[in-house]
């Protein structure tokens, strides 16, 4: 068929142009006395989408589940306990690291739809009256499901607890696209990925860790060797690596980052919440439910359930055969029951507009009982009439 696939699932997103030009480039020498030149103002800079002035960025050739592994190994010691909630496929899937990886993990399970129960969490913390929870494991934005937790209302309950663990948060689908604050929040290791808010191809590990993880990395017994934060420090110190970059995908994060300060992160968060709303309208004049209970809303995910006699992995394979349009499908627990579409990165009103008819042909197509125009309508009006 002419014309484009249109991609819309949560990561990879799509690329600016700007971005993949500039990643078209000649291989270079990583060890040539100009490429500090490049190499130091990419920790700088991402230590701002980070909002971190004490913390400490990294650059690993890797993807998201890498930084997962990198908080784990380079903070902690074999047998620690860590506690995390497990609500969707990436909670999921960090809960089985830290055990693969030999931690004793405490796995609280909630409901796919719900997110981090900070009450909870409070009493579970002051209960652990010999602080043998060294880390709690938080997942910001759980791509599986479009839910968004509130990481400052975890640092509180933290600090109400009186409870010294270390805070690691994957942030692989929300830094660069939602608030996030890990200064403020206090957050000892925050970890991402290209291919999400960064509108890269997948491929590096978009980290940073606090004086305080930094600290434990020094006498932590896990093994590590690829991932060990040590090698990066001695080497990022320089303006080097401890191994082969990516070129190309420096370059692109070069640009990445200029492009996100120059439109200036309250306004990436506000477009986001912009594109999220309308396209949540347009769920919503469908008459169909978000798998995400409500408060929990995601800005960059949006995970559509549908009814019991529907199969949501229909309305994905229509979507992508009769439509060329890329909807993301449902993980596990969830597959069958949802589709979701990606709101994050390189999108605007009229891209939002165009998945959602697509969506909304492929619903009628399967049997939906929706009103045609509905969706496109509700999502119209808001774009039409919010800046
Ligand atoms: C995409 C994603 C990951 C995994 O990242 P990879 O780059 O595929 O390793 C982890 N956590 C969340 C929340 C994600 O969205």
Same mark, same amino acid.
């Given at each position: 068929?002419?014309?484009?696939?249109?991609?819309?699932?949560?990561?990879?997103?799509?690329?600016?142009?700007?971005?993949?030009? $500039?990643?078209?480039?000649?291989? +270079?020498?990583?060890?040539?006395?100009?490429?500090?030149?490049?190499?130091?103002?990419?920790?700088?800079?991402?230590?701002?989408?980070?909002?971190? +002035?004490?913390?400490?960025?990294?650059?690993?050739?890797?993807?998201?589940? =890498?930084?997962?592994?990198?908080?784990l190994?380079?903070t902690l010691n074999p047998g620690d306990k860590v506690l995390i909630y497990?609500?969707?496929?990436?909670?999921?899937?960090?809960a089985?690291?830290a055990k693969?990886l030999g931690f004793d993990v405490i796995i609280i399970?909630?409901?796919?739809?719900?997110?981090?129960?900070?009450?909870?969490l409070?009493?579970r913390l002051?209960e652990d009256r010999n602080h043998e929870i060294k880390a709690v494991l938080?997942?910001?934005?759980?791509?599986?499901?479009?839910?968004?937790?509130?990481?400052?209302?975890?640092?509180?309950?933290m600090?109400?607890?009186?409870h010294p663990a270390m805070l690691f948060?994957?942030?692989?689908?929300?830094?660069?696209?939602?608030?996030?604050?890990?200064?403020?929040?206090?957050?000892?290791? $925050?970890?991402?990925?290209?291919?999400?808010?960064?509108?890269?191809?997948?491929?590096?590990?978009?980290?940073?860790?606090?004086?305080?993880?930094?600290?434990a990395?020094?006498?932590s017994?896990s093994?590590?060797?690829?991932?060990?934060?040590?090698?990066?420090?001695?080497?990022?110190?320089?303006?080097?690596?401890?191994?082969?970059?990516?070129?190309?995908?420096?370059?692109?994060?070069?640009?990445?980052?200029?492009?996100?300060?120059?439109?200036?992160?309250?306004?990436?968060?506000?477009?986001?919440?912009?594109? =999220?709303?309308?396209?949540?309208?347009?769920?919503?004049?469908?008459?169909?439910?978000?798998? =995400?209970?409500?408060?929990?809303?995601?800005?960059?995910?949006?995970?559509?359930?549908?009814?019991?006699?529907?199969?949501?992995?229909?309305?994905?394979?229509?979507?992508?055969?009769?439509?060329?349009?890329?909807?993301?499908?449902?993980?596990?627990?969830?597959?069958?029951?949802?589709?979701?579409?990606?709101?994050?990165?390189?999108?605007?009103?009229?891209?939002?507009?165009?998945?959602?008819?697509?969506?909304?042909?492929?619903?009628?197509?399967?049997?939906?009982?929706?009103?045609?125009?509905?969706?496109? $309508? $509700?999502?119209?009006?808001?774009?039409?009439?919010?800046?």
């Amino acid at each position: 068929m002419a014309g484009r696939q249109h991609l819309y699932v949560p990561g990879p997103t799509n690329i600016p142009t700007a971005i993949m030009n $500039a990643m078209h480039v000649d291989m +270079e020498d990583h060890r040539s006395p100009v490429f500090p030149k490049l190499f130091k103002p990419l920790l700088t800079d991402l230590k701002k989408i980070f909002r971190t +002035e004490t913390g400490h960025a990294f650059i690993f050739p890797a993807t998201g589940t =890498a930084g997962w592994e990198i908080a784990l190994t380079n903070t902690l010691n074999p047998g620690d306990k860590v506690l995390i909630y497990r609500f969707g496929q990436f909670s999921h899937l960090w809960a089985e690291m830290a055990k693969r990886l030999g931690f004793d993990v405490i796995i609280i399970e909630r409901p796919w739809g719900e997110g981090i129960p900070v009450d909870d969490l409070q009493n579970r913390l002051r209960e652990d009256r010999n602080h043998e929870i060294k880390a709690v494991l938080a997942t910001h934005n759980e791509t599986a499901t479009g839910v968004t937790s509130d990481i400052g209302a975890v640092r509180t309950a933290m600090d109400a607890a009186r409870h010294p663990a270390m805070l690691f948060v994957d942030g692989v689908s929300s830094i660069a696209s939602l608030d996030f604050r890990m200064d403020e929040w206090g957050i000892d290791g $925050a970890i991402s990925g290209s291919q999400k808010g960064f509108m890269l191809p997948a491929g590096a590990a978009l980290v940073a860790f606090s004086e305080k993880a930094l600290k434990a990395c020094e006498t932590s017994t896990s093994r590590r060797y690829f991932l060990d934060l040590r090698d990066q420090l001695a080497s990022n110190k320089d303006g080097y690596t401890p191994y082969t970059p990516s070129i190309p995908m420096l370059y692109g994060l070069r640009k990445s980052l200029d492009l996100l300060l120059e439109e200036g992160l309250e306004n990436v968060y506000a477009r986001h919440h912009r594109l =999220a709303e309308g396209t949540r309208r347009a769920i919503a004049a469908w008459g169909l439910k978000l798998c =995400a209970q409500p408060g929990f809303e995601s800005d960059t995910v949006s995970a559509v359930m549908v009814p019991e006699d529907k199969d949501a992995r229909d309305v994905i394979s229509t979507a992508f055969n009769k439509y060329n349009i890329s909807l993301g499908g449902g993980l596990s627990e969830v597959a069958g029951k949802v589709f979701r579409i990606g709101h994050m990165g390189d999108l605007n009103d009229v891209s939002l507009l165009g998945v959602i008819a697509g969506v909304e042909m492929a619903l009628l197509d399967n049997g939906f009982a929706i009103q045609p125009g509905s969706g496109v $309508a $509700a999502a119209i009006e808001y774009y039409r009439t919010t800046a």
